[in-house]
């Protein structure tokens, strides 16, 4: 199995530099293998023939740009195995911080949450995982994104209920008591396309990552509109944003009435999340 993680580094080094070839090429002989490093060291185990041809067409597929995420057909998220294909957006690092981020301040109480613009789930089985109490839905205008939160949900086990929801659009359905919305929606104007990676935005959803450049701000507009609607006093916002457009977003939350508003820094030092309470 060493071999074989040198023979997929050495095949991925004309695309990726090398510590990434390393890395990427580690983590698919541990998944394929169940195997952690440490063993791999040092057991002197082979794959299967089987194992061997799998890992050539993995490589093949990294080649062509397709994220390991989708060739695997699963990512990680705050400790939870998610399914994911190309109905919805790869968990990112950063929202796994807005999780914990809620789960410190409501793990001992039991939220009624609702979580917009869902995708594949991963934000919503996180915070039914790290505050079993919580009632948790998710909604999401995509059926192909709901399919996959769902069956999220019934692989983990987690209680979490996921319907189809356009928020831009739709006449609110829901009952005013919920403790918590969270919502990381669609936030990358048109224009900054040209700074992202190819793998991205030629595999990506791009109803799930790109806004219009004259309404960046148009899903965090409704969200707290709804907000407003079905927040109990006292709830709560939590969203992830574009670091571009925080003062312009904080504005808006005032204009709508909410108070305790933090914009909070991610691991990288960039205003990544807001939070904010109504009324």
Partial sequence: ????????????????????????ARYIVEELSGMSYTDILVKDTKFSEVDREN????????????PLQYILGYSYFCNLKIGVDNNVLIPRPETDELCHLIIERYKESAPKILD???????????LKNGIPEAC????????????????NAENLNLDVEFNEYDVIADTPKFINNYDIIVSNPPYI???????????VLDNEPHIALFVNDDNPLIFYDKIA?????????????FFEINPLFYKELTEILKTKGYVN???IDDINERKRFIACTKI
Avoid: F
């Avoid at 890992?55 to 397709?66: P, T």
């Avoid at 869902?118 to 919503?124: D, L, V, Y």
């Avoid at 900054?192 to 793998?199: A, D, G, Q, V």
């Fill in 1 to 24: 199995m060493k071999d074989s993680i040198r023979y997929i580094a050495n095949r991925l080094s004309s695309y990726y530099d090398a510590r990434e070839c390393n890395s990427i």
């Fill in 55 to 66: 890992i050539d067409v993995i490589v093949k597929r990294l080649l062509n740009g397709e």
């Fill in 116 to 126: 917009v613009c869902s995708g594949s789930g991963c934000i919503a089985l996180a």
């Fill in 136 to 151: 948790v839905e998710g909604v999401d205008i995509s059926l192909g994104a709901i399919s996959v939160a769902r069956k």
């Fill in 189 to 199: 104007c048109q224009y900054e396309k040209e700074n992202m990676k190819s793998n």
């Fill in 225 to 237: 509109e709804l907000g407003c609607l079905i927040l109990k006093s006292g709830g709560n916002l």
């Fill in 261 to 263: 508003i933090e914009v």
